[in-house]
């Protein structure tokens, strides 16, 4: 979950920008991984320098403001979410060993540190913190020492010795020619420029100075120095990097003009959309999905689906279902990555896997394909972020493009998910032929004015803000759907938990008389999603008495709704219209009013819409 960035340049190049700068810059845009505390740590003229800070960046550039750090070209810097230890000043990483010469930052959980303490303890070592990050520390500083001074050859043999999920960077006043670093099961990637590289949590930790970035596979050691990245396995055998280019600038991880990265998010929707639908299809029409990596044969004899994902992801894969098993006619379960490979799943080669995850670096999800892959089934991720674990470990990748996305609640990559998955079902469909190629190309044309038609929704968010405004102190709201409106109601209920900290639930309507009508009370918001009357009208006709059932047990009544339905206009307190389209193309309009509301609520309320407490944006950690 942390936030780590790297970085070593030229003396000469410090007039442009000084290590503490692109650390700072760098931090900036990776604080959204975790936001407990930060810290930098450079060196200089034989000398390791440190500042750290718990709380957000800002209390970390006081600190610096009032004790300015010496200029430097060389230095690690680490933005925090809290596993081992209160989120304080002495937990902050860096963390210093071997008489302070060595600085350490890390991200992910080492799982064996009360073992390795134990013993480090027993030779005499002290510690300062209650971080797992400070035994790593201290295991590089003695091997360092054994070595006679090579701080790549003391990370490979500290990194041996740890078990868990971790990356680490480390400098060392004795080599202040190089940053070292590892990776196991955490995300860590390299950025190259011109007499000087970086590292860095994902790109956006370099985007500023660099969008050439190298690949890092799991277990391995980068030593990077001005002119040079030097990769090698845990065993000391040499490696190589795949190098790739970043397809988006640093503009694109600004606001933009909007107060939140969320806003903006949200606003980027249409053309989140629009990006993943671009270039799928031949001249002929056909879909064509060249990153898929599978035979298409093998996909001719999948015999059943499972997706695999966590939170708002979880729910897009909720959309897929519905969607896949209607176009497809196979079979498709979703499961909660972290409880999959906990309950011996039946799975073979005729099964596949499709995982979701918008970071690609999200621990249980990753921990859940590698489980599948072992049992034999075929892996395809579903992924936002080139060159991320995930993708790089699947049978095959279907990338969205939605553009880096900072606000740690989910927008538009929950819209680019459900668009890719839809994709995926309809290219199923097309090899399987249990679509006519009329009906695809009907459905294609639709999902391509989907853009303009989430424009239109947010063109009329005025309305949707303007009732948040007046429902903050609502301590609690509920959330009821059908078919695909049913995912659609959790994740409006999920924004809400997530960022403006009231009790929020999502149900499937039909659910309401078997227990959850009981909670309805005088004055209690429940938002509907309503079905389409031109779709199943069984179920349209169910959900207007669902509305109308709680409105007479007093509930104040919100319903999201096709463009022209009358039928719900006399038993709601408010309709929010969303334009006409195919009914399981709905999920794409009628989450965009439940965002607009939840933004707007938890500003009204005064919080941080982009860090809200206790959440990081990728979850790397078990």
Known sequence: MCGIVGYIGLPEKTSQHGALDVLLEGLRRLEYRGYDSAGVATVASGTVSMRKKSGKLANLLSEIEAEPMTEASVGIGHTRWATHGAPNDLNAHPHLADGDKLAVIHNGIIENFAQLKAKLVSTGETFASETDTEVAAKLIAQHFTATGGDLTEAMRLAANQLEGAFTLLAV????????????????????????????????????????????????????????????????????????????????????????????????????????????????SGRLVLDELRIDPEELKNISKIIVLACGTSAYAGMVAKYAIEHWVRV?????????????????????????????????????????????????????????????????????????????????????????????????????????????????????????????????????????????????????????????????????????????????????????????????????????????????HAKVVSNIQEVRARGAKTITVAEAGDADVVDYSEQVFYVPETQPLL????????????????????????????????????E
């Open 172 to 283: 060392h006043a004795d080599q202040p020619d190089r940053v070292v670093a590892s990776r196991r099961n955490s995300p860590l990637v390299v950025g190259l420029g011109d007499g000087e590289n970086f590292l860095g949590s994902d790109v956006s930790g370099f985007i500023d100075f660099t969008r050439e970035a190298v690949e890092l596979e799991q277990d391995q050691v980068v030593t990077i120095t001005t002119d040079d990245v030097a990769i090698i396995n845990f065993d000391g055998s040499p490696a190589e990097g795949k190098r790739f280019s970043v397809n988006w600038d640093a503009a694109a991880a600004e606001k933009g003009g909007f107060g939140t990265f969320m806003e903006k998010e949200i606003h980027d929707q249409p053309k989140a959309v629009e990006d993943t639908l671009l270039g799928r299809t031949d001249a």
């Open 331 to 539: 079979p498709v379960e979703v499961e909660l990555s972290h409880e999959f490979r906990y309950r011996d799943p039946i799975i073979d080669d005729s099964t596949l896997i499709v995982s979701l995850s918008q970071s690609g670096e999200t621990m249980d999800t990753l921990m859940a394909v590698r489980y599948a892959k072992e049992q034999g089934a075929r892996t395809l991720a579903i992924c936002n972020t080139n060159g991320s674990t995930i993708p790089r470990e699947s049978d095959a990748v279907l990338y969205t493009h939605a553009g880096p996305e900072i606000a740690v609640a989910s927008t538009k990559a929950f819209l680019a998910q459900i668009t890719a998955s839809y994709l995926l079902g309809l290219y199923m469909a097309q090899l399987r032929g249990k679509l006519f190629q009329g009906e695809i190309d009907d459905i294609l044309a639709d999902l391509h004015k989907i853009p303009g038609k989430i424009q239109e929704v947010l063109d009329g968010g005025e309305q949707i803000r303007e009732l948040a405004r007046e429902m903050a102190q609502a301590p609690s709201v509920l959330f009821l759907g059908r078919h695909v409106g049913y995912p659609v109601a959790m994740e409006g209920a999920l924004k809400l938990k997530e960022i403006a900290y009231i009790h929020a639930e999502g149900f499937a309507a039909g659910e309401l008389k078997h227990g959850p009508i009981a909670l309805i009370d005088q004055g209690q918001p429940v938002f509907v999603v309503v079905p389409s009357p031109h779709g199943r009208d069984s179920l």
């Open 586 to 621: 709905m999920p794409l309009l009628t989450t965009v009013p439940l965002q607009i509301f939840a933004c707007a609520l938890a500003a009204e309320k005064g919080y941080d819409v982009d860090q809200p407490r206790n959440l990081a944006k990728s979850v790397t950690v």
